[in-house]
């Protein structure tokens, strides 16, 4: 009997809720002859837009069923504002559907997926959006589920997180002997860095998830050929997201390459190249030595032609010799007008023997003039192409690393005495033809006046400034310009 009564009370309950709501459904009108019911108005369904936003790489497509073309155009439009183009798929339009809600949601969250998610898609159907992909991070996945509950629109998040490392890598060189080990995501990651590596270089690589590189590796491809080149030995290491380059080159020209592209990468790395001073030593004496045989070939080279002259010169009087003998033994008669005219023939040969020596004299010594104008403009040259004199921004005054440059001509002059220059200075076109000329001959005069400071004499400087009036190139290019803004050191003679 205690099992019955719920059973009779939840019976009850059911017709109280049937008569209450048959009830609510009859309406009364106020017609005096009788009471009217009226049927209640059924409503037609509603249907909706739906549609779906597919990422591939940096492309994404629209697909689905909206109101308009104007909400596809939205979305476009968005896409276009976050750098980014909405390709159209299958899509259709009908304007009995609702869903604008739903477009003005997506257009609120859609620079945050483009930004934050990869391999994903925003879903909106049965009236509900859902996001799917790898999103790069905790906060940018927190970040989107604000953005989905600022709307009363019913909607899923359904990304995945994916932490993000980034690529570590270490290149030593000993020798000729290269080694690189590291870890990237695959082998397209790390081809840039593996294409500057000789053939010879022992590679350990290996591979990782969701490894990313912040620009390391496009630097490190850019120094690796001159790390390869110049090095003795020392290593690239990046960990820890820092790029540390470590170890020593052959000559200051050398660091002073390495300083200069490690200062324009546009990312911190930690430079402790340093100078191989025993390396250093080793190139200055290979230098001296080279110097020492030149000078040494020129001094024999004139002294077999000493030896020669004086060979010829005897062979030159004992023909005479035998000549004035044959006559004597000829013609006694005549003896003395012989004799005149043998010192007379004597005396001519003498003064032309003399004048000969004199020539040849003048002879060697322009040559070894000559040798060491050729020797003086190869080694201005190769200074110069080293390192350029420079000069402050606009000014006639030297920069540090111009004055340096600077005393080293200085030092070449010193080794080539007899040598005469002129000072050319050149500017591009940037401001007026007076200006440019007036700071061409400031600098060239900044020079020559340093110049005679170091122990070089006036009377072998000539100073002079061009302007803008004779250009290597056309000054339609900041490359081309720097090229033009220049100071040349013409050789003159004596």
Aim: hydrophobic residues 35%.
């Amino acid at each position: 009997m205690k099992k019955i009564w719920p059973w009779l009370l939840a019976l009850l309950l059911l017709i109280i809720f049937c008569v209450w709501t048959k009830k609510d459904s009859i309406h009364v009108s106020s017609d005096n002859s009788k009471n009217v019911v009226q049927q209640p108005v059924v409503s037609s369904p509603k249907h909706y837009i739906n549609y779906e936003i597919m990422q591939q790489g940096d492309t994404y497509t629209l697909n689905g069923n909206f109101t308009n073309i104007e909400q596809q155009n939205k979305l476009n439009d968005t896409c276009i504002a976050a750098s980014s183009s909405l390709k159209q798929g299958n899509t259709s339009t009908n304007e009995t559907l609702l869903g604008k809600d739903a477009i003005t949601l997506t257009n609120k969250i859609l620079p945050h997926f483009i930004q934050h998610y990869k391999n994903g898609k925003i879903v909106y159907s049965n009236r509900t959006l859902r996001i799917y992909g790898d999103v790069d991070s905790y906060e940018a996945q927190h970040k989107m589920q604000q953005l989905l509950n600022s709307s009363t629109l019913s909607s899923q998040d359904n990304s995945t997180v994916t932490v993000q490392k980034p690529v570590h890598f270490l290149i030593t060189k000993k020798g000729n002997d290269i080694a690189v080990e590291g870890q990237f995501n695959d082998d397209a990651q790390s081809a840039p860095i593996r294409s500057q590596l000789p053939s010879t270089a022992n590679i350990h690589l290996s591979s990782g998830k969701n490894l990313v590189d912040n620009g390391a590796i496009a630097v490190t491809q850019n120094i690796l050929p001159l790390f390869i080149e110049k090095y003795t030995e020392g290593s690239i290491a990046y960990n820890n997201e820092k790029l540390t380059v470590t170890g020593m080159v052959a000559t200051e020209s050398d660091l002073n390459k390495v300083h200069t592209l490690l200062s324009d990468t546009g990312m911190p790395i930690i430079d402790l190249t340093t100078v191989d001073t025993e390396a250093l030593a080793k190139a200055k004496a290979e230098e001296e030595a080279i110097r020492k045989a030149a000078q040494a070939q020129l001094l024999a080279q004139a002294e077999a032609k000493r030896v020669r002259d004086a060979e010829a010169k005897r062979m030159a009087l004992e023909i005479e010799a035998r000549r004035l003998a044959q006559e004597e033994a000829t013609k006694r008669a005549q003896e003395e007008e012989a004799k005149r005219m043998a010192q007379k023939i004597e005396s001519r040969r003498l003064a032309q023997e003399e004048a000969n020596k004199k020539v040849k004299v003048l002879h060697n010594t322009q040559n070894i003039q000559q040798t060491e104008a050729a020797a003086a403009k190869r080694n201005i040259i190769s200074l110069l192409k080293i390192q350029n004199i420079e000069f402050e921004v606009a000014k006639g005054s030297l920069t540090p690393r111009g004055k340096g440059t600077v005393d080293k001509l200085a030092n070449i002059l010193k080794q080539y005495p007899h040598i005469k220059i002129e000072i050319a200075g050149h500017t591009d076109s940037d401001g007026s033809a007076t200006f440019n000329q007036n700071l061409s001959q400031s600098r060239v005069n900044t020079v020559q006046k340093r110049l005679i400071t170091k122990g070089i004499s006036a009377n072998r400087l000539t100073a002079k400034g061009y302007g803008e009036t004779q250009p290597l190139v056309p000054n339609t290019s900041d490359e081309n310009k720097q090229r033009n803004r220049r100071v040349e050191i013409n050789i003159q003679g004596e």
